[in-house]
DNA sequence: GTCCCGCCTGACGCCACGTCAGGGTCAAGG
DNA sequence: CCTTGACCCTGACGTGGCGTCAGGCGGGAC
């Protein structure tokens, strides 16, 4: 692909993949006889990354030590993206509440504090992450090895973590094959067991966020076809069996 | 209130209120003999929607622009604000959703295409909103026309809307002297009259939202004190209403 | 009086591009 | 085969929204 059909796909401009490439964020894996950018599916990748980073409010300079250090893996910027799309999450909704209750207040003929409406306003820093962490570790030789330690684990942990993952699915599988219904107490307990398997592996689900996973189950054909890969029927049963779950809990 | 002070208040540096005086967003209404910027609780309210604007993404010189827009009141700028916070707040979870698709699919060692991963980097366009209503209407003398009808109507209509409000409350407080419970028929109905007022006059508040207020009503002193002035216990009557209403929907 | 903190006004710097300028490339059509 | 128009290239300068000194005045606590 040349740039102008990247900037088209993934809504930048030319302009910007130019830059990218002269600060060395982002450089195309080839170039033509002519010298036209040639992006392949890893460059896209790469942009991903970097335009969720830039959205979240990082400087590019940082995004390139981020996505450049040999110790963090895909997963380590899936995980800190996930978390702080929901820190932004959760300030909007604080806003939208602020402005509400202006709107409300206005309605009613209140007023309200100056340090009241500004609150909203306070900290959020983008780099916090790192900052924070570094702040209460220090860069201190413990911290890079503790740091390089959890990285080494993760790698470790890969197989067993899918192996897992796979052992349920066969659980299931067995489940749905015995007969038991997709809301019988056995289904719903796999589904809790599939709920907090993600939770200790990957990332906090609630029970509402695991519901949303399980009709992606039906929903998207790739993952339709992983399940009915183990056993047909199986996308469907457990998509029931998590939102059965859920209304349990709920 | 000096520099210093509002921009702890507000969480933004001195520079920034230099900034905003200089290119003459914000200036302080007076100034100390020795020079001294002297800011006000108007300069505070301006201030606040700057911050709020900014926050959405408009340029300042545009933020300038809308603030000084003499047919706009600050029941129009809270409802941009509103509308354009609840697109974030959808976008934002799209993206959250994004991320936690490529986590399960990377889970599951599936990979998703090119288009499906940026496709929520789409259109966002901050002044879309002007942009938008520009296009469809163009700059033409019907256009603007209209805009100082609307501007009008609100004005004309602000005391109908006002007296609304009043006769509602009223309404609550016969309903709440008569005895009848707050998840009667009788509350639930005005809740629900309530809650289309505020659709109609103001902006869209489904029942979640309007629970969110009801809320409010018992736990902002001011906003009790409002409701308490009418006749005692009137703010919990409202709020248990609202509430008993919203669930009768759901 | 003096010490220190906070305020003032320039003035320069920086990031992430936008926006020309000047010129080569590629594929479709005449 | 040659033109035409869309697309690509590399500088180079401009811009918005501040950050960051530098040099100097103001003010109140001791």
């Given at each position: 692909?040349?740039?102008?059909?990247?900037?088209?796909?993934?809504?930048?401009?030319?302009?910007?993949?130019?830059?990218?490439?002269?600060?060395?964020?982002?450089?195309?894996?080839?170039?033509?006889?002519?010298?036209?950018?040639?992006?392949?599916?890893?460059?896209?990748?790469?942009?991903?990354?970097?335009?969720?980073?830039?959205?979240?409010?990082?400087?590019?300079?940082?995004?390139?030590?981020?996505?450049?250090?040999?110790?963090?893996?895909?997963e380590?910027?899936?995980?800190?993206?996930?978390?702080?799309?929901?820190?932004?999450?959760?300030?909007?909704?604080?806003?939208?509440?602020?402005?509400?209750?202006?709107?409300?207040?206005?309605?009613?003929?209140?007023?309200?504090?100056?340090?009241?409406?500004?609150?909203?306003?306070?900290?959020?820093?983008?780099?916090?992450?790192?900052?924070?962490?570094?702040?209460?570790?220090?860069?201190?030789?413990?911290?890079?090895?503790?740091?390089?330690?959890?990285?080494?684990?993760t790698k470790d942990d890969w197989v067993r973590i899918k192996a897992e993952g796979a052992q349920l699915e066969?659980?299931?599988?067995?489940?749905?094959?015995?007969?038991?219904?997709?809301?019988?107490?056995?289904?719903?307990?796999?589904?809790?067991?599939?709920?907090?398997s993600?939770?200790?592996n990957y990332?906090?689900?609630?029970?509402?966020?695991?519901?949303?996973?399980?009709?992606?189950?039906?929903?998207?054909?790739?993952?339709?076809?992983?399940?009915?890969?183990?056993?047909?029927?199986?996308?469907?049963?457990?998509?029931?069996?998590?939102?059965?779950?859920?209304?349990?809990?709920?």
């Amino acid at each position: 692909m040349n740039v102008g059909e990247v900037a088209a796909l993934a809504g930048v401009t030319v302009r910007t993949l130019h830059h990218y490439d002269r600060i060395g964020l982002l450089s195309p894996s080839g170039r033509t006889p002519s010298g036209y950018r040639q992006y392949g599916p890893s460059d896209l990748d790469r942009l991903h990354q970097v335009l969720l980073y830039r959205e979240l409010g990082f400087p590019l300079e940082e995004v390139a030590t981020l996505l450049d250090d040999p110790s963090a893996d895909p997963e380590t910027h899936l995980r800190r993206q996930h978390r702080m799309l929901r820190d932004r999450l959760e300030r909007t909704s604080a806003m939208v509440a602020a402005v509400e209750k202006e709107m409300e207040a206005r309605n009613m003929g209140i007023s309200l504090t100056p340090e009241e409406r500004f609150e909203v306003f306070g900290e959020q820093d983008p780099a916090q992450y790192d900052a924070e962490v570094s702040q209460r570790w220090g860069e201190t030789d413990a911290y890079k090895q503790s740091k390089r330690k959890t990285a080494a684990y993760t790698k470790d942990d890969w197989v067993r973590i899918k192996a897992e993952g796979a052992q349920l699915e066969a659980r299931f599988a067995a489940a749905l094959r015995s007969g038991a219904a997709p809301d019988s107490d056995e289904a719903m307990d796999l589904a809790e067991e599939h709920r907090q398997s993600i939770t200790r592996n990957y990332y906090d689900c609630p029970p509402e966020m695991h519901v949303g996973l399980g009709r992606m189950y039906v929903e998207d054909e790739r993952f339709t076809a992983h399940y009915e890969k183990i056993a047909p029927g199986l996308a469907r049963y457990v998509s029931t069996a998590v939102q059965a779950n859920a209304t349990r809990q709920g």
